[in-house]
Every structure is written in structure tokens, then in C-alpha cells.
């Protein structure tokens, strides 16, 4: 079996892990005795950063930290152990973008992949040589080697404007508001979502350059030779929605031999952590498990998918896509597990 995963943030590592745990492999991290299967996961890029010089992929490495168990369970994010003496110094210095603190051992992994994409070495690459550490049992792909950062528009006090440096500052001219309390700015996602937890009306949320960019190598190729290609319980904006803008993805998508399924990130109307409520509404998205599943839309009328699995007790009308209810908190892997199965159930494989 040949499953390729489009995913982004924690809930998307969380997903590939049951992934993994459907197909044989076992909670202390040992792979099944000469399996022939294979997980290939196509992950968002596009909050991706630049601080203190270093280039940090949270998606990439919240993946690559909780498929190898080294996630820190606990905050959510970052490595588990973790220690703070390089940000409490950046601190002192005054230095610090105080709304993204990076730890000791996350640093670490930043250096190894700048000083990578510095010497010219395209980001799948870097994550190849990377994952050859930590063995993650998922072939871990960016979306794309190219640039590509998620802005949103918002109006925001413009008594921080003061604070902005060097690091995660605003993106673009601002625009003072009408009393001057507020402008509007493109800020970097991160900013948006760390720093102001996403407490900013969006009035615009875009992948500024996903439109010009390429799939990364075996990409394409990972949705073109499937058995199955699953969509994540991921932020439907700014995780799945920055992947398929990267022209040639949704392409791929609709024209692959496999079944496509995909999974709902909401259970009552909610997002289970993050904010996908908020970025829906700035996309005109009603936050139903129903609307996400017509935003994405069937195959058979111009869409992805063939099947999509909501909450139980849920229901939702896709029209042209068969429809599944089922437990959706990802408690466990072998919790997770349980949805891959029925993602296979719900379409014949």
C-alpha cells in the first residue's frame, strides 16, 4: 500500500502518525518486518520564516519531531526536553522576537538546514539528509523548493508598528485607519498566528508566491503512483489550501488512478486547536464540516474528492463524494488509526 498525505501543522503530524500506526508500525518506533508499504507526505511550506538568520519549517519539523517521538507532547509543538538558554540570552540582548521563541535543540536543526539551503541545496534535499537522523517512517516532502509565505491582511493597533524589527515584521506599505489607531498590513502568517493568535480580523489571507512556484521533486509523482492519497485534518486555508495553490498539485490530485479521501478538522462546528474557524471566514468558508467538504468539492464535478469522513453523529452533503462518520480526536495513534481504516472502508481499498 501506497499512501501519499497531504498535510500541515501539528494535527497533520498527529494524522501521519496513525497513518503509520494503520500500517503495522509499532508505538515504540519499530517498522513492520519487510513491509512493502510506504507513506509519502506532501507538506505545506508556506509558514515557513526567517529569524536570527536561521530558516525554521515549523510544518516540516512538527512532522519530522512527532513521527519520531520527539515531539514535545505536552506544549504542542517544538521538542520534548527542550531547553532556553539561547532565547533567554537573545532576551537580555534586547534581540529576541519575543511572540517565537526557539528552543536549544530546535536551533540545532535550524543551523544544519540553513547552512544546507545556504550552500545551494533545494529544501527536499535538506529535509532528505535531515530525516536520515531521525528515521521518521514517512518520506517527508515539501510542497514546494520554492519561496513561498502565507500574508494576512488585518488591521492592527498601530501602536505596535513601534515594536516591529528586523524579525516578522509587517509585509508591504501599511495604510493608517481612519482614527489612527490602526493600520492595515500584510503581516507574516506566523506573526499573525503566534504573536496575535490570530486575534486580527483577516480580510485577506495569501500564498504570496505559491502561484509561480513548482511541486518539489516527487511530488507529482507521489500522487500519480498512490493506492491512496488522504487530505488531512488540516487547516482546510492556510495548511491544504497552500498546498493545492501550488500549481500542478490539485491537477495531480484530480487526475490520479487513486481514490482521494479526506478528513474533517472540525467536530462541532470547532476547529480541535488553532483557528481554522477564522481562516475559513476569510474565505467565505462557513466553519461545518459540510462546508469544508463542498470547498473542497467531488472529482466528479471539478473537485478532490471521493470520499470524506466527519465526526460521528455528524452528517454532512457532498454532493458526488460518499460521506462517513467516525471519531475524529486523534487521542492516540491507534485512535487515528481507526480513521485511516475507515478512510480505506469508505472507498473500496
Known amino acids: 500500500m501506497r499512501i501519499a498525505v497531504l498535510a500541515g501543522g501539528v494535527g497533520g503530524a498527529r494524522f501521519l502518525a496513525g497513518v503509520k500506526a494503520h500500517l503495522g508500525w509499532q508505538p515504540d518506533g519499530s517498522a513492520p518486518a519487510d513491509s512493502p508499504d510506504e507513506i509519502i507526505a506532501i507538506v505545506n511550506t508556506a509558514d515557513d520564516i526567517r529569524l536570527h538568520g536561521l530558516q525554521i519549517c515549523p510544518d516540516l519539523d512538527s512532522c519530522l519531531y512527532t513521527l519520531s517521538g520527539q515531539a514535545d507532547t505536552e506544549r ?3 521538542r520534548a ?8 540570552e537573545l ?4 534581540a529576541e522576537a519575543p511572540w ?3 528552543g536549544d535543540k530546535d536551533i540545532a536543526t535550524h543551523l544544519v538546514r540553513t547552512r544546507m539551503l545556504d550552500a545551494g541545496y533545494p529544501l527536499s534535499a535538506v529535509m532528505a539528509a535531515i530525516g536520515e537522523r531521525w528515521q521518521p517512517g514517512v518520506r517527508l516532502l515539501p510542497m514546494s523548493d520554492d519561496r513561498v509565505e502565507t500574508h494576512v491582511v488585518v488591521d492592527r493597533p498601530a501602536a505596535d508598528r513601534a515594536q516591529d524589527g528586523a524579525q516578522g515584521g509587517a509585509q508591504g ?14 503581516l507574516h502568517f506566523q ?3 503566534v504573536r496575535y493568535r490570530a486575534g486580527l480580523t483577516p480580510h485577506a489571507i495569501t500564498p504570496v508566491g505559491a502561484d509561480v512556484a513548482t511541486p ?3 511530488v507529482l509523482e507521489a500522487i500519480r503512483d498512490a493506492d491512496l492519497v488522504l487530505i488531512a485534518p488540516s487547516n482546510p486555508v492556510v495548511s491544504i489550501g497552500t498546498i493545492l495553490a501550488v500549481p500542478g498539485i490539485r491537477e495531480a490530485i484530480r487526475s490520479t488512478a487513486a481514490p482521494v479521501v479526506g478528513v474533517s478538522p472540525l467536530i462541532d462546528d470547532k476547529p480541535i486547536r488553532g483557528h481554522a474557524d477564522i481562516c475559513l471566514a476569510a474565505i467565505g468558508v462557513e466553519a461545518t464540516a459540510q462546508a469544508v467538504g463542498r470547498h473542497y468539492g467531488a472529482r466528479s464535478v471539478d473537485g478532490l474528492l471521493d470520499g470524506y469522513l466527519v465526526a460521528e453523529g455528524e452528517s454532512a452533503d457532498v454532493p458526488g463524494v460518499l460521506v462517513a462518520d467516525i471519531p475524529l480526536l486523534m487521542t492516540d495513534p491507534g485512535a487515528t488509526a481507526a480513521m ?8 473500496g481499498i
Open 191 to 193: 506573526e499573525w498566528w
Open 100 to 102: 517565537f521563541s526557539l
Open 81 to 88: 526536553g527542550e531547553t532556553w538558554t539561547v532565547s533567554r
Open 76 to 78: 504542542g509543538w517544538g
Open 340 to 347: 485511516v481504516a475507515a478512510c480505506r472502508r469508505l472507498v
Open 173 to 186: 506599505g501599511a495604510q493608517a485607519g481612519a482614527d489612527g489607531d490602526t493600520e492595515r498590513v500584510a
Open 216 to 218: 518539489a521533486p516527487g
Open 91 to 94: 532576551a537580555d540582548y534586547g
